[in-house]
């Protein structure tokens, strides 16, 4: 995956300075602007990321269209939640004020921004995401993203974004490190009318996951794994995961594994 990084039309020294240092980092192309249109810059790579880096933050436009950071379903699932409607994620992990998440798949971060939202400044929730491009674009989202409610803000801030595989990166925690390991990979089939996740869905790993991986986040969890699933997924079937939690009018299922037994 060839990426490109550039700036706005209207740019300032910083931005160029910054989407240079970025460039460098991941590994990739630094293209002046020169107030060309995105697709004058995609030239004949058709296939190309063009990461735009800008007063808004960081957009990639891939062949799926724009990915960029946005509170996406956290905050209409924290004001569920504040309306004491249960979350099913929440649910599953067993999630309280002072525990500590590992959030494998961290992709646009809805999930962790949930988990960080009640685990509070007590707990910890430490997201690893494989994309690099992904990985920039939240890390610097949570970072700079402005809401009103001050605890959410909060619970963005606390996130800490680590550009990891998981596959390698719980090979080397210490047991017992979290109290709960979350796994929520790429759907085999994905659930059609999640457009808005296309773009996402360009720059992803699309990897199954490996039974010996959950024995490894089994290793590191101290009280649970969950894993999300599709509910007519036969995922769950050939992980071996037999408590499977979700609505019933849920289109995900949520596997759990509990750590002690
Ligand atoms: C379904 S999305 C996760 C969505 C996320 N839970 C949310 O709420 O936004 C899966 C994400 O996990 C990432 N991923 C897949 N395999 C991975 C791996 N081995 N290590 C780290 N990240 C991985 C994908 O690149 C993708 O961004």
Redesign the pocket.
């Known amino acids: 995956m060839n990426i490109i990084v550039t700036t706005g039309q209207k740019t300032t020294t910083n931005f160029i300075v910054k989407a240079k240092s970025i460039a460098r980092q991941l590994n990739a192309t630094f293209v002046p602007r020169n107030n060309e249109s995105i697709d004058a810059l995609r030239g004949s790579g058709k296939q190309d990321i063009i990461l735009v880096v800008n007063k808004q933050g960081l957009v990639a436009h891939t062949p799926n269209g724009e990915l960029f950071f946005h509170l996406n379903m956290a905050q209409l699932r924290i004001k569920n939640l504040l309306a004491g409607k249960l979350d099913n994620m929440v649910q599953a992990m067993g999630l309280q004020a002072g525990m500590s998440v590992l959030d ?9 921004i949930i988990e960080s939202y009640i685990v509070g400044d007590e707990g910890k929730v430490v997201g ?4 690099p491009v ?1 990985a920039f674009i939240v890390r610097e989202g949570l970072v700079q993203y402005k809401t009103e409610d001050p605890s959410i803000q909060r619970a963005l801030e606390r996130i800490e974004v680590i550009n ?4 390698e990166y719980l090979l080397q925690l210490p047991d017992h490190s979290f109290d709960v390991v979350y796994i ?3 759907f085999r089939r994905p659930i059609k009318e999640s457009i808005n996740l296309q773009p ?1 869905r360009y720059v ?2 699309h ?1 199954a996951v490996e039974l010996s991986v959950l024995h490894e986040a089994k290793r590191v969890a101290k009280k649970c794994v969950v894993m999300k699933e599709t509910n007519c997924s036969s995922e769950f079937k050939r992980l071996q995961i037999e408590t499977v939690v979700g609505g019933k009018y849920s289109s995900v299922n949520y596997g759990v594994i509990n750590a002690n037994k």
Do not use: I, K, Q, W
């Not at 494998?104 to 962790?112: E, K, R």
């Not at 990891?164 to 596959?167: F, I």
């Open positions: 494998c798949t961290l992709g646009l971060a809805t999930d962790a690893l995401e494989v994309s992904t990891a595989d998981y596959n929520d990979p790429m996402m992803a790993d990897r």
